[in-house]
Each structure stands twice: as structure tokens, then as C-alpha cells.
């Protein structure tokens, strides 16, 4: 058991950082499509199947086609995809602060006392699980998926290119 917990956090953690690293946003889109299809294989070995089923209709399915689309329709010129000059500055700072977090995370994780529960998991199936989405939780599952529709067109608008003052669209690949 433990082998597979660790094949299947090594892949998606690899597929992650792989992700982070790449320049082609095709390529790195699809590796965190592989990432999160990892996530769903971490639910599956915990026995949580339909917070798995969950994750590959949301993220690997409908999350992805929309990243993917994204990325197609707000595509730059090879140009505008090159390192600002002030880039290098940033480099410390960005450091500084993932430094910070995977601090934080590491400082969580280990002090997380890592016991057995002896009184057995509560048992929720999916009706109850469907009951409470859709009866005292509904209003925070629309206004987190309104959030999301929200922050998914700003991500859109701030990636889009800008319009000259005459009207016409900016210089780039037709």
C-alpha cells in the first residue's frame, strides 16, 4: 500500500513540477492535467470514490478544456513571450516567498501526529453527501462557483492583448 502512495505522489508530484517549469504552455497544461489526474488517483487509493470521480469530471475533464481553450485564444507573439529586463530582479523575491510556503507546508506536515483511527471513518455516502450540497451548503456552492466563473474571465481579460488607440488589434501572429 504503501509503494503505490508513494508511485502515485511521485508521479503527480513530477508532473507538477514539470509543469512549472516548462516554457510551452500547451505542454504545461497537459502535464497538470496529468498532475490532477494523480490527485484523483490519491482519492481512489484513500477510498474516497466519488471525491475521484469528482476530481476527473471537474478538473481533468471541464478545468482543463477551459485552461486549454484559454491558452489557445489568448496566445502571444514569440515576442511578447520573452523575459522582461526587470525579470531577474524578481527571481530572489519569488524565491524568498516559495521558500516561505514550502516552509509552512513542511512545518504543517510534520507536526501532524501520524496515528491509525481506531473508531473507524464516519460512514457519508453519496445521497447524504448530495443532501448536504444541495440543502444547508447550496448557497456557498454557488457563490464559489460564481467566484470561479469570476476569476476564470479576469484571468482571461488580464491575458488578452491590448487594443491600440485607433481601434485596431496589436502586432502578432494572424
Sequence with gaps: ??????AIALLTLAAAAVAMTLRN?????????GSWAGIAAFYLWAGAEFIAF???LVYVGA???????AVLLTRHSRADLDVAPDAARRVVP???????VLGVLFGGVLSTP?????????????RELGRLLMGPHAAALLILGALLTVALLGA??????ERRDDGSPPPGPS
Excluded at 1 to 6: G, K
Excluded at 25 to 33: G, K, N, P, R, W
Excluded at 63 to 69: C, D, E, G
Design 1 to 6: 500500500m504503501i509503494v503505490a502512495f508513494a
Design 94 to 100: 519569488a524565491l524568498l516567498a516559495g521558500g516561505a
Design 25 to 33: 504552455l500547451i505542454h504545461s497544461a497537459l502535464l497538470l492535467i
Design 63 to 69: 478545468v482543463s478544456m477551459v485552461v486549454l481553450f
Design 114 to 126: 501520524l496515528r491509525v483511527a481506531t473508531s473507524g471513518a464516519p460512514t457519508l455516502g453519496v
Design 156 to 161: 482571461m481579460v488580464i491575458a488578452a492583448p
Design 54 to 56: 469528482a476530481q476527473v
